[in-house]
């Protein structure tokens, strides 16, 4: 993937346009990732429990049998329920497209750029600048008293006192 296609995606209207519905396209990515991980644990069990023995090893098999099978089956049945809740509200997504229907072209630029010139026309018009109430005569300090600057302090270590 370039960076221009991640531009792209990023300004397009399909990631930040809250009308269109993609989840129904990624349950079918969701249930893959569940295959996958119903694997990874399948193939992990069979080795971890073979680890303390054949005995362990054949009752570890049958939990990859009995909870793999129950995993499966859950999963399948959360991703079609998944499905179906979309398509049974799919005709209330149809009404708000037509309600807002998409205008062509937008992109997050375009919609804050929109945004800035609609507040830009909101703030009222100053037709002279105020000018600050007349300020009191500035009296300056008395210039301050000659002061001798203190000698400098010297660093290290202290001299030793001469013995005599």
């Not at 570890?60 to 049974?88: M, N, P, T």
């Not at 009222?124 to 000659?146: F, M, R």
Request: glycine residues 6%; proline residues 9%; contains cysteine.
């Amino acid at each position: 993937m370039r960076f221009d296609d991640i531009r792209k995606l990023a300004t397009g209207n399909i990631l930040f346009d809250l009308r269109r519905i993609i989840s129904p396209r990624l349950v079918t990515i969701a249930y893959l990732l569940g295959l996958a991980a119903i694997a990874l644990w399948a193939v992990n069990h069979f080795f971890f429990s073979f680890r303390f023995g054949f005995g362990n090893g054949l009752w570890g098999l049958l939990e990859i049998a009995v909870f793999g099978l129950l995993a499966l089956i859950i999963l399948r049945i959360v991703c079609e329920g998944v499905i179906v809740y979309f398509k049974a509200h799919e005709s209330e997504a149809a009404q708000i497209e037509v309600i807002a229907p998409l205008r062509p072209g937008t992109t997050l630029i375009d919609d804050v750029r929109d945004a800035i010139e609609e507040l830009a026309d909101r703030e009222p018009e100053l037709d002279e600048p105020e000018t600050p109430p007349a300020a009191a005569a500035v009296v300056p300090d008395p210039a301050p008293e000659a002061v001798a600057p203190a000698p400098p302090k010297k660093r290290g270590r202290p001299a030793k006192p001469k013995a005599e």
